[in-house]
């Protein structure tokens, strides 16, 4: 879609470092961040949910920080890093978060489950010792129709032991 | 054959085998599917309930670089017949003919080079409408003189039917007392956290359609019979689908035009809702009210039950039959032998009602517990005592009820006893009278439920062990993130006496295998696994007549144990269903499984809230359940169905609403407004207990997908009602937000200080 004409303006070039790669490509002004990096770079672990910037499906970190990729333009990550679902496991081997979700029950359909990730990704970095309440507070703006969240809280606390 | 419960699998809490990729972010969810040349396709829908559509005009809109096409009901008419409903009523286009009936209906289809694009075009699309009165209300749709919503029905009641047992008039002239109430369980969504989609490709000869649906078979059908120019082969395939809930199931108009449009365009097209359109497009659920009473002896005996039952579907009465199902469940758990019950579907000018985790069966045990602890409170009896005095006794199953429902078996009061005990109801009852003392609202609330599943008419298997020792297994079930795979793999691993390693699962795709049925109402480890285990059988049937030739003796002469024939009388005659496997080039069946009858699970959730007086809002501070599903395959992921359902009970209850305006715009069009609950609404923890009463599948499986949504509602009804008991304020419907609460508390500080 990046190469569509009349996309609402004249086209941007922007230059980002993705999961450690460095990429610059010429998109046009409206383009979502959360489409860019499904569309343009094909990185379809980073999911939408909805349009009004409540689920958290699309949740990456960019410059160190838990965003919600569908409230940005693109344009708006230029010079930056992010971080996607894909690029937090080192070798094929998963990251601590990875592994307490899947020991403890924490994902059902899975398509929230990337958002609660990188959220907690970014928590769990900041808040070594957090209580359950915080871990709460931390993922309430990441939705979960499935799994009725006791197992997600319990998999942040699991990882947050493991993580030290 | 051996026992598939002597295993190492079966019963363990293992965890999926269909976790890694998801975990990763390499699943494949509908959106994530992208092929060459692909098109996006926007859907143009009426911002008006109900109207004569005048005119369309796309010339605008074509006209815009990028746009490939903009169709109406026009382009399409003579390639897709319409739905025709078994209920009067007019036919549902794909794209509305000359008439909408719900805000959202779809009108044009925009196709584009890109969905921004796609998006711009749609703007451009002007129709001219000539409003019509619409009507919201089900309760005005059945008044005379109200806007009609289908010519070819005499009334908007375009459902009636009632059921009947014994004598009712009888039972309430001896009754001594008669507890009255009206009840009801408003508009909701099912809220899936991914919203629908279809993406389809034609080759020319083959149509591809990708649907996050329930039901890729019933799609596939209803293709091939909807297109007045089908193609020759149609292969659906259902992808990663996250989260459904019964939403799913039906066939929606957009799962047929954008297959179509790929035809028409020889080009692949994908349509992904946004959430807003999510909101209008996929089916609502519940939305039932009713008028009970009950009538009883003075020691609490009941004697008998009269119900209206009204369910409000909406514009389209795709299904009519919701609030039947909500009716003939309506005794519960309670043997009454005298009852009557009228049902009525009503059309209005709303977004179509649909199946909604429990579908019916949530709706019909929320009104059967509120009356009976009303009743209760009437009589001044125990609510436990009262509901122990009339439930359906073990001797008595196969039960069938006042309604038609045959209950297939379990100890109703045996397991109520065994939850007071469990949850020690007493203890709980008492600090929360104490608390109370001290002035915090806190209750206890508890349910009893009995629900249904197993329904549908069969499912399908089809396994395969391979020379190598890999066994591969096909099923016409269609998960949509219960985790059944690793169930199933649970199931096969025992049965063959391999490892779970050694097997693959897969699902969702008409071109694996032709028939199938799919999952909806609790019947995927049910009947799913059933026809697992009979196309398992199958193949240790098959390696017998083998093994009897390879050992050279007769087929009763084995024994069939963990993968091995033994030769009965003569133990150093073995072989392996791996060396028969090899030897034979592999061996495989074909199943189909038909239970024949449904199987009924039940059991007690208990919840303790708090009520917080200076905004009114409920926190779940504990919940317990106890539940028989039968066999539990695997515990944790029994459990996650059980704590994910009790948690959109709570949803309903607390907070989530569909509403409308009174000319009929839907008002609730973002999870923020509708009001899915977050991580800190949910209950710490949920304490789980199961118990397993065997049923008549193989594997003794009762079933588990819906317990949670049926069992939490009446449960935290009732803790709020006693958190408030000193304000005797009723719970009659769900949901009953913070706002209301707080306006029940202003007004009774008002009359005395609470
Ligand atoms: S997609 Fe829902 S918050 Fe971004
Ligand atoms: S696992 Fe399905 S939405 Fe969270």
Redesign the pocket.
């Known amino acids: 879609m990046s190469q569509a004409p009349g996309n609402g303006g004249e086209a941007i070039t922007i230059t980002v470092k993705v999961n450690g790669k460095t990429y610059t490509h010429t998109i046009p002004p409206r383009m979502l961040l959360v489409h860019y990096i499904r569309e343009v770079l094909g990185l379809k672990g980073t999911h939408i949910g909805c349009d009004t910037s409540n689920c958290g499906a699309c949740t990456v970190i960019l410059n160190g920080k838990a965003v919600k990729s569908c409230t940005l333009f693109a344009f708006m990550a230029d010079g930056g890093e992010i971080l996607t679902i894909e690029g937090i496991s080192e070798d094929g081997k998963l990251h601590p978060i990875q592994e307490a979700f899947w020991e403890n029950h924490?994902?059902?359909?899975?398509?929230?489950?990337p958002g609660?990730i990188m959220n907690l990704y970014e928590f769990l970095s900041k808040n070594k010792k957090p209580s359950e309440e915080e871990v709460r507070r931390a993922i309430e703006g990441n939705?979960?129709?499935?799994?009725g969240y006791v197992n997600?809280v319990r998999a942040a606390m699991a990882a947050a032991e493991k993580m030290g | 054959m051996e026992s598939i419960f002597s295993g190492r699998y079966v019963g363990a809490p293992l965890r999926r085998i269909e976790d890694e990729r998801l975990l990763k972010g390499r699943a494949r969810f509908i959106d994530d599917i992208s092929l060459s040349g692909m098109l996006h396709a926007v859907f143009v829908r009426s911002p008006y309930p109900h109207a004569i559509i005048k005119s369309v005009d796309v010339s605008d809109a074509s006209r815009l670089r990028g746009v490939v096409a903009v169709l109406t009901y026009r382009d399409i008419a003579g390639s897709i017949k319409p739905w025709e409903f078994e209920v009067p009523s007019d036919p549902m286009y794909p794209l509305a003919r000359d008439k909408v009936r719900y805000y959202g209906e779809p009108v044009a289809v925009v196709v584009a080079e890109d969905p921004y694009l796609a998006a711009d075009a749609a703007e451009l699309v002007s129709i001219e409408y000539e409003p019509l009165e619409p009507v919201v209300d089900p309760l005005e749709a059945l008044e005379k003189g109200a806007p009609r919503i289908h010519e070819r029905a005499s009334s908007n009641a375009v459902y009636k039917k009632s059921y009947k047992c014994g004598s009712v008039e009888d039972a309430f002239s001896r009754a001594h007392v008669v507890v009255e109430d009206e009840l009801s369980m408003e508009r909701v969504y099912a809220a899936?956290?991914?919203p629908r989609g279809v993406v389809a490709h034609y080759d020319g000869e083959q149509l591809t359609v990708w649907s996050s649906t329930q039901t890729p078979f019933d799609l596939r059908d209803a293709i091939l019979e909807k297109f007045s120019d089908p193609p020759s082969s149609v292969r659906v395939i259902q992808p990663d689908v996250?989260?459904a809930f019964g939403a799913k199931i039906p066939t929606y108009p957009e799962d047929l035009v954008v297959p179509l449009l790929a035809m028409k365009l020889g080009r692949p097209v994908k349509w992904y809702s946004s959430r807003r359109e999510d909101f209008v497009a996929t089916v609502h659920g519940r939305d039932v009210r009713a008028r009970i009473s009950l009538a009883a002896t003075r020691d609490g005996k009941i004697l008998g039950i009269r119900a209206r039952i009204l369910g409000d579907l909406g514009a389209y009465p795709s299904d009519y039959w919701l609030p039947d199902v909500a009716a003939r469940i309506l005794t519960g758990a309670y043997n009454i032998r005298n009852g009557f019950v009228e049902v009525l579907g009503v059309c209005t000018n709303k977004t179509p009602l649909g199946p909604y985790r429990g579908a019916g069966r949530p709706e019909g045990i929320f009104f059967i517990e509120r009356m009976v602890d009303l009743l209760a409170d009437e009589l001044g009896m125990d609510p436990v005592e009262l509901r122990l005095a009339n439930m359906v006794r073990p001797e008595q199953m196969p039960y069938k009820n006042c309604f038609g429902f045959r209950y297939d078996s379990g100890d109703y009061p045996g397991t109520l006893r065994k939850a007071v005990d469990l949850f020690k109801v007493k203890d709980l009852s008492k600090w929360a009278r104490e608390e109370r003392g001290r002035g915090r609202l806190v209750g206890v609330g508890l349910a009893f439920y009995v629900e249904i599943t197993s329904g549908g008419p069969f499912e399908s298997a089809h396994v395969k062990l391979e020379p190598s020792g890999r066994v591969s297994i096909i099923v016409g079930s269609t998960p949509t993130?219960q985790g059944d795979a690793t169930g199933f793999a649970q199931l096969a691993a025992d049965i063959l006496g391999t490892s779970i390693d050694k097997i693959e699962v897969s699902w969702g795709d008409t071109g694996l295998i032709g028939e199938g049925v799919g999952t909806f109402g609790s019947r995927t480890m049910a009947v799913g696994g059933g026809a697992v285990i009979k196309a398992l059988e199958e193949i240790i049937k098959k390696a017998r007549k083998e093994a009897a030739k390879m050992l050279r003796v007769g087929e009763e002469e084995l024994e069939y144990r963990k993968g091995r024939f033994v030769a009965r009388r003569s133990p150093d005659r073995i072989i392996t269903l791996l060396d028969i496997a090899a030897a034979t080039g592999g061996l495989e069946a074909k199943v189909h499984y038909d239970p024949g009858r449904p199987v009924y699970p039940f059991g007690a959730h208990l919840a303790i809230v708090e009520v917080e007086k200076d905004t009114g809002r409920v926190r779940v501070l504990g919940y317990k359940s106890l539940d028989d599903v039968g066999k539990a395959i695997n515990p944790l992921l029994v459990e996650g169905q059980i704590v994910g359902g009790v948690v959109q009970g709570l949803g309903e209850v607390l907070y989530e609403q569909i509403v409308y305006s009174r000319d009929g715009a839907l008002l609730t069009q973002s999870l923020s407004d509708y009001g899915v609950p977050t991580a800190l609404d949910a209950p710490a923890r949920v304490e789980v207990h199961l118990q397993e009463t065997p049923t008549h599948h193989p594997h003794k499986v009762r079933g588990v997908g819906e317990i949670g949504a049926i069992a939490a509602p009446p449960a935290i009804a009732r803790a709020i009602e006693e958190a408030l008991k000193p304000l005797k304020i009723r719970v009659r419907k769900t949901p009953v937000k913070p706002e209301e609460i707080h306006r029940m508390l202003q007004q009774a500080g008002k009359e005395d200080d609470v």
């Open positions: 924490a994902l059902q359909c899975g398509f929230c489950t609660f939705l979960c129709r499935c799994t997600i | 899936p956290m991914e996250g989260g993130g």
